[in-house]
């Protein structure tokens, strides 16, 4: 749950920054009060750390393999 939740995170932070280099359009700042709100800096802060969770999905051993030759 936290992977996943995590990587829809991390896919609205890259979608974000995709905004601002092809239109300069913070869409973050834009909704919440601008780059140095309060409320922008948490969900800055919060899809950062979804994003170094999502570092760790590199290292993990691919469960799904396993079960797949498992029942085969």
């Not at 932070?13 to 780059?35: R, T, Y």
């Not at 709100?37 to 290292?59: D, E």
């Amino acid at each position: 749950m936290l992977d996943r939740l995590s990587l829809i995170l991390t896919i609205i932070g890259a979608l974000n920054w995709g905004a601002i280099g092809l239109f300069q359009f913070d869409l973050v700042a834009w909704i919440f009060g601008g780059q140095d709100a309060l409320l922008s800096r948490i969900i800055y802060t919060v899809i950062a750390l979804a994003g170094i969770w999502c570092i760790t999905l590199l290292f993990r051993e691919r469960e799904a393999e396993d079960t797949v030759g498992e029942i085969q």
